[in-house]
């Protein structure tokens, strides 16, 4: 279930995950300049912290083995979510550190890449229980320096929420009293407890920028015989979780016909589009979104992937298009929502076919993109607006009234309301992923031009590869 398609083609080879992400590193930095011990280091894992600690479940003591790896070291603090799982290893979440690297160089957010893993199934424990285990990992992370605003800042992933990163952060604050920055040790926390608005939705918004940036170059558009825009765009979404439900929303928004769902019951399909509200609340009441009014029933789930669409965004699963189905996949523009729902193997065959992939460390770095922005937050100790809401409300309400007084014409409600509106928390926390989006798509786009290749994921890549370089080489060598 956790592994991506580089998993399991690592696998396949006999090649472990992280080697399979060193060769993809290989392929990309054979467009980079540097020389070689700059890329051995930037490939290394700079700490790797595999730690057994005692937790006492009901009458038994039970030993939990849990990693924390930092891949790099390049910037400061270090980034990465934390999954508790039954798969949780050494190898996977050093690769997955690894990839954080990367995704946080592609989107110049200015972290080094780590990753956390506790091995357990959440599933088997109770709340009580998973805080006991939380807690201690978090105070392991503390003994041992691996945890600080400045050192290394967690977040959520598989089988991790908001509540697991509040218990981390009380357990880091109550151990660093007086620590003024301690909320800043942790992201992806609730709202009242120093987490920021719009981390939620912050991934499929992300989705839905990239994608929307990509269509508004007239000249790509022109290549796949598509109109310029994101507008009568015909959408295909798998997965109503989090990333799908949210890219969905704004695809919707955006002026996009959303003409196929899939979910792991079946898909639906109307070519003439489907109501994203109705058809959740259709799910909620029937448990299925199957039997949707006015859509066609898809019984294999997969096969809505097929279905005749303009952009297709795998936003569920790992390994969904694959060599077995990659040549019937109509979509032009395979947007990557979910981690590695494309095989090598269905990369080559949709390059060939002239599709367009938009590659998943920078399409779903929405995310850690407004992490980011929520560990800013802390350390700055105030909402984002508080300051200047009011301030540029009153300035907006001057201009306002001058050119009223000057034209003699007064503006309607809604454009008054429009035009004064001062900036919230949520509207500064959607610009700034909105900018970030369209400029890391520009930096990907020139370096494939450059370049003279189609493979978007290379190209991201080989761009990630430069910046963390560029770094290495300035700091220097420490002696
Ligand atoms: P989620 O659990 O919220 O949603 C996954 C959805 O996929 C669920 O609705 C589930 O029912 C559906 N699904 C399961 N099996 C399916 C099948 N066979 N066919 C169709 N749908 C199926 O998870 P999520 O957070 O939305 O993550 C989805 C993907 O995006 C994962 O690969 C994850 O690693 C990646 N991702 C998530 C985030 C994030 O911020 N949540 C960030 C980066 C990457």
């Known amino acids: 279930m956790v592994e991506t398609a580089t998993a399991k083609a690592a696998k396949a080879q006999h090649y472990s995950f992280f080697q399979g992400v060193e060769r993809n590193f290989d392929k990309a930095a054979g467009f980079t300049r540097f020389e070689k011990g700059i890329l051995e280091q930037i490939k290394a894992c700079n700490s790797v912290y595999q730690m057994k600690f005692p937790v006492r479940i009901g009458d038994k003591i039970e030993v939990v083995e849990a990693y924390r790896v930092q891949h790099s070291h390049h910037k400061l603090p270090c980034k990465g979510g934390i999954r508790y799982s039954m798969d949780v290893n050494q190898d996977e979440v050093m690769a997955l550190a690894a990839l954080m690297t990367y995704k946080c160089a592609i989107v110049n957010v200015p972290f080094g890449g780590a990753k956390g893993g506790i091995r357990i199934n959440p599933k088997n424990y109770t709340t009580f229980e998973l805080e006991k285990i939380t807690r201690r990992y978090a105070s392991e992370l503390v003994k041992k320096n691996f945890i600080g605003p400045g050192i290394d800042v ?65 000249e790509d558009m022109k290549r796949l015989g598509l109109s310029t825009g994101i507008e009568g765009k015909k959408v295909v979404v798998q997965g109503l979780g989090n990333v799908g439900y949210h890219a969905a929303k704004f695809f919707y928004e955006g002026g996009a016909i959303i003409v196929g769902l899939a979910e792991y019951e079946g898909g639906i399909y109307n070519e003439k589009g489907l109501d994203l509200e109705k058809v959740v609340a259709h799910r909620k009441a029937t448990g299925s979104i199957l039997d949707f009014p006015g859509a066609t029933n898809i019984a294999n789930s997969l096969e809505t992937l097929e279905q005749e669409c303009d952009i297709l965004i795998p936003a569920a699963l790992e390994n969904v298009i694959n060599a077995s189905n990659a040549a019937r996949i109509k979509a032009k523009i395979i947007g990557e929502g979910a981690n590695g729902p494309l095989t090598p193997e269905a990369d080559e065959i949709l390059l060939q076919k002239g599709a367009i992939i938009v590659p998943d460390m920078y399409l779903n770095a929405g995310g850690v993109t407004v992490s980011y922005f929520e560990w800013l937050k802390n350390l700055s100790h105030v909402r984002f607006g508080r300051m200047d809401k009011r301030f540029s409300e009153n300035q907006n309400t001057n201009i306002l009234q001058t050119v009223e007084s000057l034209t003699g014409k007064r503006v309607t409600d809604i454009e008054r309301r429009q035009i004064m509106h001062g900036p919230d928390e949520v509207d500064l926390v959607y610009s700034g992923l909105e900018d970030t989006m369209i400029g890391s798509y520009h930096e990907i786009r020139e370096a494939m031009l450059s370049l003279n290749m189609t493979d978007m994921r290379t190209a991201a890549f080989t761009v990630a590869i430069n910046k963390v370089g560029v770094s290495y080489e300035e700091l220097g060598i420490f002696p």
């Open 154 to 218: 967690p977040a959520p992933d598989y089988g991790t929420g908001a509540r697991e990163m509040s218990w981390i952060a009380d357990t880091y604050a109550s151990l660093k009293p007086g620590e003024i920055d301690a909320l800043g040790c942790v992201t992806g926390k609730p709202v009242t407890q120093g987490g920021v608005r719009g981390r939620t939705e912050a991934t499929g918004l992300g989705v839905f920028y990239g994608v929307r940036e990509l269509c508004n170059v007239a």
